[in-house]
């Protein structure tokens, strides 16, 4: 799926890099809780996510996630999206709840992450 | 062996607002020496937890960071209060992390746990009223 599938699927708003419509994304999560984000291997992952701060960028940085999505409607300033295109990472918007934006992924084929951080994975 | 780099940064007690700079600068420097993704991927994780507990349960630290032909290092030193109960703390779940933490998504009892779960070698020391070191390293060859 691309992240221009995601942005269709969830009747998304680009809030940055809406160049990058045409990358591949594999895996998804829904989290408000980035400290279970850190725990979790996140390789073509889309976050989403209903909590809105600066750390949500960073975490995303940290795991190499590719795109973010801020869900029932909420937006970020314009520093969360200074960082995030600092770091490369896509930002969407949603007014879909946390709940039905990865029901509606999901449905759509994209899977949630299974693997565990850490060199013993599991 | 011989260190190749060493870097650095100081962590302030309770800056939330800049939480996470030097995990990110210490990710985009160890990416431009040619860490693969996997290790970076190891090393990222755990040094921004450890920074993140620098921020939120010290009174305040520095974070090192060594790099060696065949390792990365992270030592993360401050100066107090310093863990009672080692043991507890590395319970996944187990938190005494304040509500401002929580209110960012932080506090859920998993930063130990998850930073030794990623690198290739932890130890972490702790005296009540001392403060607390963590070392943690990162095989480079796998």
New interface residues.
């Given amino acids: 799926m691309t992240i221009g599938d995601v942005k269709e699927i969830l009747e998304a708003e680009v809030l940055e890099g809406g160049d990058r419509m045409d990358e591949h994304v594999e895996t998804a999560c829904g989290s408000?809780?980035?400290?279970?984000?850190?725990?979790f291997?996140k390789d073509k992952t889309v976050l989403i996510t209903g909590?809105i701060?600066?750390?949500?960028v960073?975490?995303s940085?940290?795991?190499?996630i590719t795109c973010i999505v801020f869900a029932r409607g909420k937006k970020p300033n314009p520093e969360i999206l200074e960082e995030a295109a600092e770091?490369g990472i896509t930002v969407l918007a949603t007014k879909m709840t946390t709940y039905t934006a990865c029901g509606e992924l999901y449905i759509h084929g994209l899977p949630g992450t299974k693997k565990?951080?850490?060199?013993?994975g599991a | 062996m011989a260190i190749l780099m060493e870097k650095k940064f100081p962590v302030e007690a309770g800056a939330y607002e800049t939480a996470g700079e030097a995990s990110t600068t210490i990710k985009r420097t160890l990416k431009q020496l040619g860490v693969s993704a996997e290790v970076l991927r190891h090393v990222s994780v755990a040094c921004y937890e450890v920074e993140l507990n620098l921020v939120i349960h010290s009174e305040g630290g520095t974070l090192t960071l060594q790099v060696e032909p065949d390792k990365v290092t992270l030592i993360s030193e401050d100066v107090g209060p310093g863990i009672p109960d080692i043991e507890k703390a590395m319970t996944e779940g187990y938190s005494t992390a304040n509500a401002e933490a929580r209110t960012l998504g932080f506090g859920a009892g998993m930063g130990l746990p998850n930073m030794k779960r990623n690198a290739t070698a932890f130890d972490i020391q702790s005296e009540v009223g001392r403060g607390t070191t963590i070392t943690m390293s990162f095989a480079l060859s796998s």
């Fill in positions: 408000d809780l980035m400290s279970d984000v850190l725990a291997v909590l701060n600066p750390h949500v960073r975490t940085e940290m795991l190499d770091s565990r951080t850490g060199a013993e």
